[in-house]
């Protein structure tokens, strides 16, 4: 089993991200405070901090014909599961910086990929991989 990660961001709203991470992304909410709430965010912990000054950079890397958005986090779903997620995040007309896409087509790593911001501009990158055995491949 994959020990669990802890990754605490900055948002500027709190209540808006709050909403977004419960309700688009349907985290279960953990303990919090009038300035953080923690998430069960796929099964890993997700703390969002208040932080009034924050600015988001926008920074990019080309990758595979598309600007990767740097820094990133998400996490590395099932196919089937990373599937449901793109047609209900294109449902809830979710503003893509990459539309769900599959990267590195026919080669090593091959891999579904979807790229969103959340409401104060933190990029998350949600991905899949038909098989997971290739998913530190070279």
Same mark, same amino acid.
């Given at each position: 089993?994959?020990?669990?990660?802890?990754?605490?961001?900055?948002? !500027? &709203?709190?209540?808006?991200?709050?909403?977004? +991470? =419960? $309700?688009? *992304?349907?985290?279960? $909410?953990? =303990?919090?405070?009038?300035?953080?709430?923690?998430?069960?965010?796929?099964? #890993?912990?997700?703390?969002?901090?208040? /932080?009034? &000054? +924050?600015?988001?950079?926008?920074?990019s890397?080309?990758?595979?014909? #598309?600007?990767? @958005?740097? @820094? #990133?986090?998400?996490?590395?779903?099932? %196919? $089937? &599961? %990373?599937?449901? *997620?793109? $047609?209900?995040?294109?449902? /809830? =007309?979710?503003?893509?910086?990459?539309? @769900?896409?599959?990267r590195?087509q026919? !080669?090593?790593?091959?891999?579904a990929?979807?790229?969103?911001?959340? @409401?104060?501009?933190?990029? *998350?990158?949600? !991905?899949?991989? !038909?098989?997971?055995?290739? *998913?530190?491949? /070279?």
């Amino acid at each position: 089993m994959v020990q669990p990660f802890h990754l605490a961001i900055p948002v !500027k &709203d709190l209540a808006l991200c709050r909403n977004f +991470y =419960r $309700e688009v *992304l349907q985290c279960k $909410e953990g =303990r919090s405070s009038d300035h953080w709430v923690d998430f069960d965010f796929f099964g #890993h912990q997700l703390v969002i901090h208040q /932080k009034d &000054d +924050y600015v988001p950079q926008r920074i990019s890397n080309p990758v595979d014909g #598309h600007d990767v @958005p740097v @820094p #990133h986090f998400g996490v590395v779903l099932a %196919w $089937e &599961d %990373w599937t449901k *997620l793109a $047609e209900q995040l294109q449902r /809830k =007309r979710i503003k893509f910086v990459i539309a @769900p896409n599959i990267r590195f087509q026919g !080669k090593v790593g091959e891999q579904a990929t979807m790229f969103f911001n959340d @409401p104060e501009g933190n990029a *998350l990158e949600f !991905k899949a991989f !038909k098989d997971i055995n290739q *998913l530190f491949a /070279k």
